[in-house]
């Protein structure tokens, strides 16, 4: 009708008008969504970001070391917390760690303990981690609270490892979800996640028997297709897709890192106890199974003879292939089971702290 104003015109007014005002007040002009006004409405623009994105969002480090992970406003929001938490897989919840205003900062749970506020400048609310350890890998929330306009970056905190599959010694598919989570513990490690045994069978893991992660899924990595290991198709992660964690039982796949010690062999006939003895005699212990193979895969320990370890298994690791060194022609930690803890007839393997 005459005199009414079209569309696009009341557009281009409250827009202007909104503009206006905001300049007045100070404040940054934020134009979010869509004015649905044609084409001469102006292009939307996102709002501004207080959060920086950040370079890397994987941030790689090792047992042991200091990790920082980076969280950096662009600019600050006059009053505002920063929140650091970490997103715990297949638990659909998140750990907090701490609590920071820009002036003070408060830990929370067992990983506040290690952690603090990085400040390299007053615009850095970067995370750092002392002493990492197996279970800090996974991934982060770094979150602005301001009340109006919260926002997060994430990222991940990856750690150098190697993935071993296991079993105890009464035999495969043992462990419930609980049980397998206990046992890699037990063994220098954790369990696993599927990113982890991803990048193990693209290094060569190839293993039959299926097994716990850390998510609660089941698999197992296949390298040669065959018909005992899930038929001749193509090779990859067979899966089996949650189970009931308290119910269904599998082995284990479990990840460790580098080691803060050695691990070192000890010739002789020797008995499992007579095994524990000589390596308290060196100022050691006997090694767990995640010892030697963090050995194996960080330090190239290689030794053709069997050795028992702390769970009653006797082992050897070998990183260059050779006939009399177990038959196998990729490199690999070689297992004679779980022989008798009586039966005097293999050496030990020694694990010292540094």
Same mark, same amino acid.
């Given at each position: 009708?005459?005199?009414?104003?079209?569309?696009?015109?009341?557009?281009?007014?409250?827009?202007?008008?909104?503009?206006?005002?905001?300049?007045?007040?100070?404040?940054?002009?934020?134009?979010?969504?869509?004015?649905?006004?044609?084409?001469?409405?102006?292009?939307?623009?996102?709002?501004?970001?207080?959060?920086?994105?950040?370079?890397?969002?994987?941030?790689?480090?090792?047992?042991?070391?200091?990790?920082?992970?980076?969280?950096?406003?662009?600019?600050?929001?006059?009053?505002?917390?920063?929140?650091?938490?970490?997103?715990?897989?297949?638990?659909?919840?998140?750990?907090?760690?701490?609590?920071?205003?820009?002036?003070?900062?408060?830990?929370?749970?067992?990983?506040?303990?290690?952690?603090?506020?990085?400040?390299?400048?007053?615009?850095?609310?970067?995370?750092?981690?002392?002493?990492?350890?197996?279970?800090?890998?996974?991934?982060?929330?770094?979150?602005?609270?301001?009340?109006?306009?919260?926002?997060?970056?994430?990222?991940?905190?990856?750690?150098?490892?190697?993935?071993?599959?296991?079993?105890?010694?009464?035999?495969?598919?043992?462990?419930?979800?609980?049980?397998?989570?206990?046992?890699?513990?037990?063994?220098?490690?954790?369990?696993?996640?599927?990113?982890?045994?991803?990048?193990?069978?693209?290094?060569?893991?190839?293993?039959?028997? !299926? $097994?716990?992660?850390?998510?609660?899924?089941? *698999?197992?990595?296949?390298?040669? &297709?065959? #018909?005992? +290991?899930?038929? =001749? %198709?193509?090779?990859?992660?067979?899966?089996?897709?949650?189970?009931?964690?308290?119910?269904?039982?599998?082995?284990?796949?479990?990840?460790?890192?580098?080691? !803060? $010690?050695?691990?070192?062999?000890?010739?002789? *006939?020797?008995?499992?106890?007579? &095994?524990? #003895?000589? +390596?308290?005699? =060196? %100022?050691?212990?006997?090694?767990?199974?995640?010892?030697?193979?963090?050995?194996?895969?960080?330090?190239?320990?290689?030794?053709?003879?069997?050795?028992?370890? !702390?769970?009653?298994?006797?082992?050897?690791?070998?990183?260059?292939?050779?006939?009399?060194?177990?038959?196998?022609?990729?490199?690999?930690?070689?297992?004679?089971?779980?022989?008798?803890?009586?039966?005097?007839?293999?050496?030990?393997?020694?694990?010292?702290?540094?």
């Amino acid at each position: 009708m005459p005199g009414w104003l079209t569309l696009p015109t009341l557009c281009r007014f409250l827009l202007w008008a909104f503009t206006i005002f905001h300049k007045a007040q100070g404040d940054p002009v934020r134009i979010g969504g869509s004015c649905h006004c044609g084409p001469l409405c102006p292009a939307s623009h996102p709002g501004p970001h207080y959060l920086l994105p950040p370079i890397h969002e994987v941030i790689h480090s090792h047992r042991g070391a200091t990790a920082t992970l980076p969280c950096v406003l662009g600019t600050t929001p006059p009053s505002y917390k920063v929140r650091w938490s970490k997103v715990e897989p297949g638990e659909l919840r998140e750990t907090l760690i701490l609590i920071t205003n820009g002036l003070h900062a408060r830990g929370y749970g067992p990983l506040g303990g290690r952690a603090r506020m990085r400040r390299g400048h007053r615009l850095d609310a970067s995370l750092v981690i002392a002493g990492v350890r197996l279970e800090d890998e996974g991934r982060y929330r770094c979150e602005l609270i301001n009340g109006i306009e919260d926002e997060s970056v994430a990222l991940t905190l990856s750690l150098e490892g190697v993935v071993f599959p296991y079993q105890p010694s009464r035999g495969r598919y043992q462990f419930n979800y609980y049980e397998a989570k206990q046992a890699c513990e037990e063994q220098d490690g954790r369990l696993a996640t599927y990113s982890q045994l991803y990048q193990a069978w693209t290094e060569g893991l190839d293993w039959c028997n !299926a $097994g716990w992660l850390l998510e609660g899924s089941v *698999r197992y990595p296949v390298l040669t &297709a065959r #018909a005992p +290991c899930g038929g =001749r %198709g193509r090779p990859g992660i067979r899966s089996y897709g949650p189970r009931d964690r308290m119910r269904d039982r599998y082995d284990a796949f479990c990840f460790t890192s580098a080691l !803060a $010690g050695q691990v070192f062999f000890v010739p002789g *006939r020797l008995t499992l106890s007579e &095994a524990h #003895a000589a +390596c308290r005699r =060196r %100022g050691a212990v006997v090694a767990k199974v995640g010892h030697l193979y963090a050995a194996w895969k960080f330090s190239g320990l290689d030794q053709c003879d069997g050795g028992w370890l !702390a769970d009653g298994s006797v082992r050897f690791p070998i990183t260059t292939p050779r006939p009399r060194c177990g038959g196998l022609p990729d490199p690999g930690v070689r297992s004679f089971g779980f022989p008798r803890p009586q039966q005097a007839a293999y050496g030990t393997y020694c694990y010292a702290e540094n």
